[in-house]
């Protein structure tokens, strides 16, 4: 099963799928046998799919053989209605310049003016609509509350709002159509590549109820105790634009997990490296592929902030995060980073 959700925000364009794969049965497999179900063509199109990898894997290897520039329009389209007629798959086709989405469901292009298109099971998009409309009780609920860390956002970006609600659905045991990873791509001027991103856990407030809705304005200071300290998963991007390369690392546990493909199409393999730190994640990597990719990442972990400490001349004194950078590739100070998105 399969949850990819897209979103078009004026000339921004991501995308969020999860990465499993089940078994007989419909068991899930371990997080290194999934895909990454997002593939980055030629002509600057990001094609997501639901249902066969192998075959979506074939129909993308085909359109590269077939469009090693790029093609128009009409014809990426006419490609992909006639793969989902022979194989039976979804397609999400992203447009990056302009920025536009096209979804293709049992042969047929689907006609709408939503701006959120979504394939894969239904199930796992209630739950997905329901995170996000905040009408449904979060994972760490009363435990823990998220906050993710885009190092690269565009301005408009829906990226870091799709992977708020998207983590959950991969979170959720009762949710057993979407798991693993949760891989996002994002447009930029020049075409799609992965985003790099750091999604922390700190400590649940202290004295709030389960219930409780965080406010922006509310002062308060989130911890990272216990199992929450430390913890974070990353993902990691090469620096250059359309390539089917991506990584996601644990923090905690110093585990990177690395997804690559053949000939630059759909990221189906994956090599796991144990005990690495964040220091050495590029090296890891580049030894690996036997080059320089210039990876991108901003792998933050959360850590005990200590008591809050409003800042006098400030009127709404807001939330206060503590994180420690473990390692960063993106140029200092205002190009990288920016505020934790809590969710």
Not at 1 to 19: E, K, N, Q
């Amino acid at each position: 099963m399969t949850l990819v959700v897209a979103r078009v925000v004026g000339r921004r364009v991501s995308i969020a799928a999860d990465t499993l794969l089940t078994g007989p049965g419909d068991q899930p497999l371990p997080f290194q046998n999934g895909v990454i179900k997002s593939c980055l063509l030629p002509g600057d199109l990001c094609v997501s799919f639901s249902n066969s990898p192998e075959t979506a894997g074939r129909a993308f290897g085909d359109f590269i053989q077939r469009y090693p520039s790029g093609a128009g329009f009409a014809d990426v389209v006419a490609f992909f209605e006639r793969s989902s007629q022979v194989t039976g798959n979804e397609y999400l086709i992203a447009f990056a310049n302009p920025a536009k989405l096209i979804k293709v469901v049992d042969g047929k292009r689907v006609t709408g003016f939503s701006k959120t298109q979504w394939i894969g099971d239904q199930v796992a998009y209630n739950a997905f609509r329901g995170w996000e409309l905040k009408q449904r009780p979060k994972v760490e609920q009363g435990r823990a509350i998220n906050a993710v860390l885009f190092a690269d956002d565009m301005p408009n970006s829906p990226a870091s709002d799709l992977f708020s609600a998207m983590r959950h659905v991969v979170a959720d045991p009762s949710v057993p159509t979407a798991g693993g990873f949760v891989a996002v791509v994002t447009n930029f001027d020049n075409g799609f590549r992965f985003s790099a991103y750091s999604d922390m856990l700190f400590d649940w407030p202290a004295g709030k109820q389960a219930d409780y809705v965080l406010e922006l304005s509310d002062a308060i200071a989130f911890t990272a105790t216990d199992e929450n300290a430390s913890f974070a998963v990353a993902q990691v991007s090469p620096g250059f634009i359309g390539i089917n390369l991506v990584a996601f690392y644990f923090t905690k546990a110093r585990k990177l997990f690395f997804f690559y493909g053949e000939g630059n199409c759909i990221a189906n393999r994956c090599q796991v490296f144990r005990d690495v730190p964040a220091s050495a994640i590029c090296d890891t990597l580049n030894a690996f592929v036997r080059a320089d990719l210039k990876w991108l990442l901003l792998i933050t972990s959360p850590r005990d902030s200590g008591p809050y400490k409003p800042t006098p001349n400030t009127k709404t004194p807001g939330v206060q995060f503590a994180w420690f950078t473990e390692a960063n590739t993106f140029p200092p100070p205002a190009q990288a980073g920016g505020p934790a998105s809590p969710s």
